[in-house]
């Protein structure tokens, strides 16, 4: 503790790291009085006030005035004159706006290894303003839009069109769309799984802030990264092409996007409302914050289920071509088991299963393993959800929307538990021309099954 007493005491600014002088030059010049760094206003070798610390982010970047955002050291440095050229080249005839040749193109400018960091992740989101300093320039954000240096006018992006639309539903005087806090959650989880952490561990406190900030939006329980009303569709993420990775610890129950490293995808709660009969769930967590770090947890859940043994071979449903009268035939076959490396999932014929509808015989059972397809698994299981929405997927794309989830059991004393392994979804080649519903395939053979997810 003798560093914490000889800070207390007080220090020159000339003893801190170049980046913390120049942030607090900039505060000095905007008269702003005080500076909050992480590194120096929590104890770094304290897990338990680290723990505590990681739990207010949602208080401390959503209040601030503005934050800075900036990677590189000595952020206020000259920048070199070659890195960023500007230059009005003509008034357009009859307007007062004028033509600009820039360098480089603005999706070419260096941003900084910040926009890599899963921890810097919140820090953008939270903030009413970031004032960002990267290699290439000064960025301006706030809920209404973004400004650059060398631009005249406020513009709008995907992130600051999602600072705006938790702005919106922050405002307590207007009620949100009933759906959009979840949408808007997935939205960011989506952006944040993109991003990198030192530790796998940090993989749910790195965004406690924004889950503070969401319980008391949603008034929701939140569970190990989702949330006990939208469960439903919450369980049914699934990787962002290629395979995710296993954590080197554990981070979350396998029915959470957060138990594994890699992008995930949510853009299909877009299109379906999913429901789900929870009988039990939990959680457990280190410490006293709900959205800290966790180290158990499980779901109990009612629902439809049967077996789905993996054959020999796959689908190429890509590969497989229409007749004269524009109907597809039965599926082209791989030799042996693959990934297609359009979308990253395999593709299985339902007639290779007991007890199926499939009139054409050109059905096809779409598996999005999370990691990779267990080689020791010959038989899985699935569990069905109940899916409402305005497109019928099933007679749309074999890689929409899931139907359910994929999962592996094992026995555990006197009962079995399962574990998530990915998403499914039942489609058919020739779905588009199908006229009637008897005309769907399905699998079929569903029993009502109370399982626990872990």
Same mark, same amino acid.
């Given at each position: 503790m003798t560093n914490i007493d000889s800070l207390k005491?007080?220090?020159?600014?000339? =003893? %801190?790291?170049?980046n913390f002088q120049d942030a607090i030059s900039v505060a000095d010049r905007l008269g702003i009085q005080y500076v909050w760094i992480d590194s120096l206003c929590i104890v770094q070798d304290s897990v338990s006030d680290w723990i505590f610390q990681s739990s207010l982010m949602s208080a401390v970047y959503g209040s601030s005035y503005f934050t800075i955002y900036a990677s590189d050291a000595g952020f206020?440095? +000259?920048?070199?004159?070659? $890195?960023?050229? #500007?230059?009005?080249?003509? =008034?357009l005839p009859g307007s007062g706006d004028w033509i600009y040749a820039r360098y480089p193109r603005y999706e070419n400018y260096v941003t900084g290894r910040l926009w890599e960091r899963g921890w810097a992740f919140q820090e953008l989101i939270l903030p009413s303003r970031v004032l960002e300093y990267s290699p290439s320039y000064i960025r301006w954000y706030c809920n209404s839009g973004i400004l650059i240096e060398t631009a005249p006018?406020?513009?709008?992006? $995907?992130?600051?069109? %999602?600072?705006?639309?938790?702005?919106?539903?922050?405002?307590?005087? =207007?009620? +949100?769309? #009933?759906?959009? +806090?979840?949408?808007?959650?997935? #939205? @960011?989880?989506?952006?944040?799984?993109?991003?990198? @952490?030192?530790?796998?561990?940090?993989? %749910?406190?790195?965004v406690a802030g924004l889950a503070n900030l969401f319980f008391d939006l949603l008034n929701d =329980?939140? @569970?190990?990264?989702?949330?006990?009303?939208?469960?439903?569709?919450?369980?049914c993420w699934r990787k962002y092409q290629e395979s995710l990775q296993e954590p080197a610890y554990y981070t979350a129950p396998s029915w959470s996007w957060a138990s594994k490293i890699g992008p995930v995808d949510f853009t299909f709660t877009a299109l379906h409302n999913y429901t789900l009969e929870v009988a039990d769930y939990s959680t457990y967590v280190?410490?006293?914050?709900?959205?800290?770090?966790?180290?158990?947890?499980? %779901?109990?859940?009612?629902?439809?289920?049967?077996?789905?043994?993996?054959?020999?071979?796959?689908?190429?449903?890509?590969?497989? #071509?229409?007749n004269h009268t524009g109907i597809y035939g039965p599926p082209k076959l791989h030799s042996k088991i693959e990934e297609n490396a359009t979308n990253h999932c395999h593709f299985f014929e339902i007639k290779t299963q007991e007890n199926f509808r499939n009139s054409l015989g050109t059905g096809i059972c779409t598996f999005s393993f999370d990691v990779c397809l267990p080689a020791d698994l010959p038989t899985l299981y699935l569990f069905k959800l109940k899916k409402e929405g305005i497109i019928n997927i099933k007679k749309a794309e074999f890689a929409g929307s899931p139907d359910g989830l994929v999962l592996r059991r094992y026995k555990h004393e006197d009962d079995y538990l399962y574990t998530r392994i990915?998403?499914?979804?039942?489609a058919d080649l020739n779905a588009l021309r199908m006229a009637s519903d008897t005309e769907y395939t399905e699998l079929r053979g569903w029993v009502t099954e109370t399982i626990t997810i872990v």
């Open positions: 005491r007080g220090f020159m600014a000339s =003893q %801190l790291p170049q206020l440095r +000259p920048r070199s004159k070659a $890195s960023f050229l #500007e230059a009005k080249v003509c =008034q006018d406020l513009t709008t992006s $995907s992130l600051s069109r %999602l600072k705006n639309k938790i702005a919106r539903m922050n405002q307590r005087n =207007q009620k +949100p769309f #009933e759906h959009l +806090p979840y949408a808007t959650w997935y #939205e @960011l989880v989506q952006s944040y799984s993109r991003r990198k @952490l030192d530790k796998d561990s940090d993989k %749910l406190p790195a =329980q939140y @569970l190990a990264g989702l949330w006990k009303k939208d469960l439903a569709a919450g369980i280190h410490g006293r914050s709900r959205f800290g770090q966790v180290k158990g947890g499980y %779901l109990t859940v009612k629902g439809p289920m049967r077996t789905f043994k993996i054959p020999p071979v796959t689908a190429d449903v890509y590969g497989t #071509e229409k990915g998403v499914y979804q039942v």
